[in-house]
Nanobody
Framework: QVQLVESGGGLVQPGGSLRLSCAAS????????MGWYRQAPGKQRELVIT???????NSADSVKGRFTISRDNAKNTVYLEMKSLKPDDTAVYYC?????????WGKGTLVTVSS
């Protein structure tokens, strides 16, 4: 089993930057594809960006060129670097760990983009 704890959320002005972290524990972190999802008020949860065990990334069109994901297997941590933030990026951001037949979620961290 994997436990995921997100951190780094908060209030940021439009155009600003923020870095989220997700610390994993309880299993072999390097075996999982890691990802970030988000859920805005009144909307469904959506994919933001993922990173495979081999380091390949996949991101939603809405964040391409602005968001970057990275993982540190030695620290069991995945990061989300967010730049040029927009009000539409306001959401609860969830960390995800996935492998075949298994899916884990963190409790989320709130990111608010507002002036």
């Amino acid at each position: 089993q994997v436990q995921l704890v997100e951190s780094g959320g908060g209030l940021v002005q439009p155009g600003g930057s923020l870095r989220l972290s997700c610390a994993a524990s309880g299993s072999i972190f390097s075996n999982y594809r890691m990802g970030w999802y988000r859920q805005a008020p009144g909307k469904q949860r959506e994919l933001v960006i993922t990173i495979t065990t081999g380091g390949s990334t996949n991101s939603a069109d809405s964040v391409k060129g602005r968001f970057t994901i990275s993982r540190d297997n030695a620290k069991n941590t995945v990061y989300l670097e967010m730049k040029s933030l927009k009000p539409d990026d306001t959401a609860v951001y969830y960390c995800n760990a996935w492998t075949t037949g298994i899916n884990y979620w963190g409790k989320g961290t709130l990111v608010t983009v507002s002036s």
